[in-house]
């Protein structure tokens, strides 16, 4: 599914250069469960990023489904985020002033999908996460657990084969930090591929695999 294959993204930082990912390969199979670990500053994020089509790569090729990433315009990037790829972050990014079933609902709209199926599809996933009853409430007036949940909620509204997680734990506490892996080890025994940056080894070692980035290199650590 994930094919990267000497992936460099560099940056100019005054005079000189910032390898944020130096020479990458990383081959991810449908349905693996993937944790990627790291110190501050390694890299973690630029990888999430590439893999996620926020960014693109200066050398080296990335492949999603067989698909040669690199060629693809903005447009046809967003297309694929929007289809193929659920984004679950650290901070939530929910929109404020829209309740917690709009928020879901707002992928579907970028696709067009019609009213009635997308009430359908929003009340199917607030189920999934166990906030039915929440649905009609602002981001402010749920928990920091509850917001992470909603934010689930909209990555698997559009029915994603991919959910990338950077840090989806990093600002809850140990029992809301379970809720939450909980959930996504069951979109993964669904079928699902995940992967998931985490500075929490107790969560990197509940994915089948771990991915240590250092200096923008990769090196798969045995669990």
Same mark, same amino acid.
């Given at each position: 599914?994930?094919?990267?294959?000497?992936?460099?993204?560099?940056?100019? +930082?005054?005079?000189?250069?910032?390898?944020?990912? $130096?020479?990458?390969?990383?081959? +991810?199979?449908?349905?693996?469960? +993937?944790?990627?670990?790291?110190?501050?500053?390694?890299?973690?994020?630029?990888?999430?990023?590439?893999?996620?089509?926020? $960014?693109?790569? $200066?050398?080296?090729?990335?492949?999603?489904?067989?698909?040669?990433?690199?060629?693809?315009?903005?447009?046809?990037?967003?297309?694929?985020?929007?289809?193929?790829?659920?984004?679950?972050?650290?901070?939530?990014?929910?929109?404020?002033?829209?309740?917690?079933? @709009?928020?879901?609902?707002?992928?579907?709209?970028?696709?067009?999908?019609?009213?009635?199926?997308?009430?359908?599809? +929003?009340?199917?996933?607030? @189920?999934?996460?166990?906030?039915?009853?929440?649905?009609?409430?602002?981001?402010?007036?749920?928990?920091?657990?509850?917001?992470?949940?909603?934010?689930?909620?909209?990555?698997?509204?559009?029915?994603?084969?991919?959910?990338?997680?950077?840090?989806?734990?990093?600002?809850?506490?140990?029992?809301?930090?379970? @809720?939450?892996?909980?959930?996504?080890?069951?979109?993964?025994?669904?079928?699902?591929?995940?992967?998931?940056?985490?500075? $929490?080894?107790?969560?990197?070692?509940?994915?089948?695999?771990?991915?240590?980035?250092?200096?923008?290199?990769?090196?798969?650590?045995?669990?």
């Amino acid at each position: 599914m994930i094919d990267l294959k000497n992936v460099s993204r560099i940056y100019q +930082v005054g005079s000189g250069k910032v390898y944020a990912l $130096d020479k990458a390969t990383l081959h +991810v199979d449908k349905g693996e469960f +993937v944790s990627i670990t790291g110190p501050s500053g390694s890299g973690k994020s630029t990888l999430m990023n590439i893999i996620g089509c926020l $960014d693109t790569a $200066d050398s080296g090729t990335y492949l999603l489904d067989d698909i040669p990433i690199e060629d693809y315009t903005e447009t046809e990037l967003a297309k694929i985020r929007n289809r193929k790829i659920g984004f679950v972050f650290q901070n939530f990014n929910l929109i404020n002033k829209l309740t917690a079933e @709009e928020n879901v609902e707002l992928p579907l709209i970028y696709r067009g999908v019609g009213k009635a199926e997308r009430k359908s599809r +929003v009340s199917e996933a607030l @189920e999934r996460v166990n906030l039915t009853n929440w649905s009609r409430h602002l981001p402010s007036e749920l928990s920091g657990g509850q917001q992470q949940r909603v934010a689930i909620a909209r990555a698997i509204i559009t029915r994603p084969s991919l959910i990338l997680g950077d840090e989806p734990t990093g600002n809850l506490d140990s029992k809301t930090t379970d @809720e939450i892996m909980r959930i996504f080890r069951e979109l993964h025994q669904q079928g699902n591929t995940i992967m998931l940056i985490t500075h $929490d080894r107790a969560i990197a070692e509940q994915a089948s695999r771990i991915i240590h980035i250092r200096d923008g290199k990769l090196s798969e650590v045995r669990i």
